[in-house]
């Protein structure tokens, strides 16, 4: 193994004494001159025909600058399936429905304005869950498609489907047969940071929006079109992402309010900001899908898995973001979680009355592998063997396609599992404590890319000043996941320069390459892959000028030290014969000869040479670009089949808990996560990924739960929606990475931004199977329900 | 109603006009421009926008902008010392990985500088009571947990 200088250590944020002091400017703290403030007057119903809006009243308040309605301004459609307006014309379907828009001087006046504007409404029946959606004669969510042809049905035209093998062989085969039902709930990102943009145009109409988003280049191309839809043809967008409160998923889309604030922007002529207050942040931006998941998994008499069959149904809401391809990454695990033959996978999705929903950390897998995984313990004791000893049997391993057609390259499931078992002493506590329970669950998701777009690509530029400085220019998204410290590291030891020395730049369309956004834990698999090329090709280009300039500049060294110090006696070494591309190196900042003498004055500051190749007639600079797209494929997600991925992460968490009988309530005691990252970049920085993305699926498992009644939210804040506090992580978190250095991940790293968060909710469900005998299936696991499964289990 | 209050600001005296309706979070992002104080929910339930008032921690989205008048406040811009000088919680967090987003980090700084000031040597539960009302969504809060007992220590030399 290559000893490494800077991979594998401790790397602190660059960002992070700017955060410390306060410095780093959110988009809650931008100013533009001459800028406005934006407001967005939402849907008082969750299915109605707009009647009338009259904003008279609101037009006449001093201070306001502009009132817009889907009657003022030109329909601007958006979303995967363009189901969605940025303002709602004759119809709203959810209650967060923008039907008009207000840009004053101050947020006050923008907000009394939007109250002034008084819209009639024309209630119509509406559908809250996707079973009602589904029934025959259930009001139509969408009376037509975005071409305008009618809809008889409120399914929305997603097919995400899996076969393979031999399903009803696979039954056959089965001794031991497990079913359920499992369900999921909607939650919220929470980012601590709420959503917001500016928008504002130059005089030419080309756009700049500050936008607080994970897809800056998709997010063009999307804007861009809105652009042209109103009358800009070829205009263009320049969108800068500021420092991000958090991700999580919020930024994969492109939102109605950035395009009302495009569009109050271009009304006035003055940079108009919209930033959502965390209720709005709460009822108006996308959560988490809640999901049914019906899965039955079987086994033969030794414990092999014979088959697999799955189905589920997604509550999408009432428009299509990119969150509606959940299925796409369900389908991972379901074909392809352990070792299984015989595999059915089925998705539909169902339009509804509710609140439209998007990505969130995890991105589907969270909901499968809670149902996956604590089938996989209900089918381990229909078969009478310990769920270790039977995950043991199934598990993945190196070098084996899955059903799916996921190449895994390289496989640490077998090492998670054991890590988890030891570190919860397994052996000495399943089945052994009173009212206390150990379980464990696994995970496999994407590490290498995802490809959900047709381009997974992602580029980088590296720019050289005369001072030795590395200027870096990637278009992935840094959002506190802590992709910039890893993206110095791998400059800083690909290229052979010192961190201090590597900047990474903002994140702007108009100076960064391409890339497809940040999602899908691919951040840091992109960005050092693309780093790796990037200084392979700037290395080989300073080898070159090297080998003309490097012997002149030693040289001048050498006879400005002996003038300084007369007995100083150089090396013998000929300079010139050994000034050869291949043999130089770079290291610290500096260029010397690999195989030359180990002397100070034989090497030459970076920075000095290529001062000396710009000063010069003729003189030149260098600058560095690659572009990377991953081997992965785009999958037929119809046919379900593809490998999505160029690599896969795995893990195992497992949970000890204490259920208390009399109130229901569940004590963790201890967690255990063991993932295999094949390679540890930072460790600080991977440590606060699993830490916070377990604490996540902590809230997930017990208590989070955006709860909606007919549409409506009604925990909008964080006195009724908890997440969790200091109190809630009061035990040891036990935290082991399995290396098992991919071949395509750099430096051997795989993806683990979303892998902590995917297997929790069931370890600490089979924990609690495991403490009292009660099988939750419906998530949040709140004390009532385990009150409730306790007196039944009583009962029974 | 409108009324001039004066106070201390990260040890300066300042003068503000204020609105009778104004919470000392406003006065500090909006009028005195020190945007290091956050807004994370304006409802006292994130943190996000805590301020020290008197040796208190404080959030400062519920803090009446009158109440301030006479009293000492010190934000986030006034523990960071002169030429880019950071406090050694500042430090203790950012060596640490306490930080990813940082949306919550200037209020959870603060807390602690408000618990560290009246109790040098916390335990494990009075430092999780003290951070008790700062939310951060990315950390899972166990890399701030260790930045503060690390500087714990640290901190009681200085006074």
């Not at chain 1, 089918?379 to 000893?389: I, R, S, T, W, Y």
Request: contains cysteine.
């Amino acid at each position: 193994m290559k000893d490494f200088c800077y991979i594998g250590k401790n790397a602190p944020r660059p960002d992070g004494p700017d955060k410390a002091a306060g410095k780093a400017h959110y988009i809650h703290d931008l100013q533009r001159p001459g800028m406005l403030y934006g407001k967005i007057k939402f849907s008082a119903y969750p299915h109605a025909r707009i009647k009338h809006i009259d904003t008279s009243k609101a037009e006449r308040l001093p201070g306001v600058r502009a009132v817009i309605t889907a009657n003022n301004t030109p329909e601007i459609r958006f979303g995967l399936l363009r189901d969605n307006l940025a303002l709602k014309k004759e119809k709203v379907r959810q209650y967060r429905d923008e039907v008009a828009a207000v840009a004053a001087i101050d947020p006050d006046i923008a907000t009394e304005a939007t109250e002034l504007i008084k819209v009639e409404y024309e209630p119509l029946k509406g559908v809250f869950s996707p079973h009602e959606a589904m029934k025959e004669g259930a009001p139509l969510v969408h009376e037509t498609d975005p071409q305008g042809r009618p809809r008889t049905h409120n399914f929305l035209p997603l097919k995400f489907h899996h076969e393979s093998g031999d399903l009803q062989a696979g039954k056959r085969a089965a001794k031991y047969v497990a079913e359920g039902d499992f369900s999921t709930q909607l939650v919220q990102q929470c980012c601590m940071g709420t959503a917001g943009c500016i928008a504002e145009f130059d005089m030419n109409n080309n756009l700049t929006i500050w936008a607080k988003t994970q897809i800056p280049f998709l997010a063009q191309r999307d804007f861009n079109r809105a652009l042209s839809d109103m009358g800009l043809k070829d205009k263009n967008t320049r969108v800068i992402v500021p420092t991000l409160g958090g991700g999580f998923g919020t930024g994969l889309d492109t939102h109605a309010y950035e395009y009302i604030a495009i569009l109050l922007a271009y009304q006035t002529g003055q940079p108009v900001k919209i930033v959502y207050t965390r209720k709005e942040e709460f009822t108006n931006l996308s959560p988490r899908q809640s999901s049914h998941t019906r899965i039955i998994q079987g086994c033969d008499q030794n414990g092999k898995l014979t088959f697999r069959e799955v189905q589920v149904l997604q509550d999408n809401g009432a428009y299509t973001s990119w969150g509606a391809t959940y299925p796409s990454v369900m389908m991972m695990p379901a074909t392809s979680l352990y070792r299984v033959a015989n595999v059915f996978f089925d998705a539909k999705l169902v339009y509804t009355n509710n609140t439209y929903c998007q990505a969130m950390r995890g991105y589907g897998n969270p909901e499968h592998t809670w149902a996956l995984e604590s089938n996989m313990d209900e089918l381990a004791e229909n078969a009478g063997m310990d769920p270790f000893e039977f995950r043991m049997l199934n598990s993945n391993q190196p070098d084996e396609t899955t059903p799916m057609g996921l190449k895994i390259s390289t496989c640490g499931l077998k090492e998670c599992l054991e890590t988890v078992a030891e570190k919860l002493d397994w052996k000495n506590k399943h089945k052994k404590g009173k009212n206390r329970g150990v379980g464990m669950a696994s995970l496999i998701h994407v590490g290498g890319g995802g490809r959900i777009y047709r381009s997974d690509a992602s580029g980088l530029i590296l720019k050289l000043d005369d001072f030795g400085n590395v200027n870096v220019y990637h278009g992935g998204v840094e959002m506190g996941q802590g992709l910039h410290s890893v993206l110095t590291q791998a400059v800083a030891e690909s290229l052979g320069v010192r961190p201090e020395k590597v900047f990474i730049n903002p994140t702007d369309t108009g100076t960064c390459p391409w890339d497809v956004g940040t999602h899908a834990s691919r951040g840091a698999f992109m960005a050092c892959n693309t780093a790796i090329l990037a200084a392979n090709k700037l290395r080989s280009q300073i080898f070159e000028l090297a080998e003309e300039l490097f012997p002149i500049e030693v040289e001048k060294n050498l006879k400005n030290h002996l003038k300084k110090n007369p007995g100083y006696n150089p090396p013998e070494f000929d300079l010139e014969k050994a000034a050869q591309r291949e043999r130089f190196e770079l290291q610290d900042g500096y260029i010397f000869i690999k195989d030359g003498p180990r002397e100070p004055r034989l090497r030459l500051d970076l920075g000095r040479l290529l001062r000396a190749a710009h000063f010069r007639q003729q003189g030149q600079m260098l600058t560095t670009e690659v572009f990377y797209d991953p081997p992965n494929e785009l999958p037929d997600f119809e046919k379900g089949y593809g490998n999505i991925s160029s690599t896969y992460a795995f893990g195992t968490q497992g949970a000890e808990v204490e259920v208390d009988t009399e109130t229901g309530e569940v004590r963790i005691l201890r967690m255990v996560a063991a993932h295999d990252v094949g390679k540890v970049l930072n460790p600080l920085g991977l440590k606060g990924q699993i830490y916070g993305a377990l604490a996540q699926g902590i809230g997930y498992a017990l208590y989070e739960e955006l709860q909606s009644e007919k549409g409506k939210i009604q925990n909008p804040d964080f006195r009724d929606y908890k997440i969790p506090r200091t109190h809630e992580i009061n035990f040891p978190i036990h935290l082991e990475f399995i290396e098992t250095n991919d071949r395509f991940g750099p430096f051997g790293a795989k993806g683990v931004a979303e892998p902590g968060l995917v297997p929790t909710a069931p370890a600490i469900a089979n924990a609690i199977y495991d403490a009292v005998g009660i099988r939750i299936r419906d998530l949040p696991i709140t004390p009532e329900k385990v009150l409730e499964a306790l007196q039944k289990l009583r009962k029974d | 109603m409108k009324k001039r209050i004066s106070f201390t600001l990260n040890g300066s005296r300042v003068f503000v006009t204020v609105d009778s309706h104004q919470c000392l979070l406003d006065v500090l992002r909006g009028p005195l421009r020190l945007t290091g104080t956050k807004e994370g929910c304006g409802e006292g339930e994130c943190g996000a926008c805590t301020v020290i008032v008197d040796d208190l921690a404080v959030n400062s989205c519920l803090y009446p902008a009158f109440e301030v008048e006479g009293k000492s406040v010190m934000t986030i811009e006034g523990l960071t010392g002169p030429k880019n000088k950071l406090d050694i919680i500042q430090e203790a967090f950012v060596t640490n990985g306490a930080i990813q987003c940082g949306f919550c980090t200037p209020g959870m700084i603060l807390s602690t500088k408000a618990l560290l000031d009246s109790n040098p040597e916390p335990s494990d539960e009075e430092i999780r009571d003290a951070l008790s009302g700062n939310l951060c969504r990315c950390t899972g809060y166990v890399q701030i947990i260790e930045a503060v007992k690390q500087v714990a220590g640290r901190h009681k030399n200085k006074l």
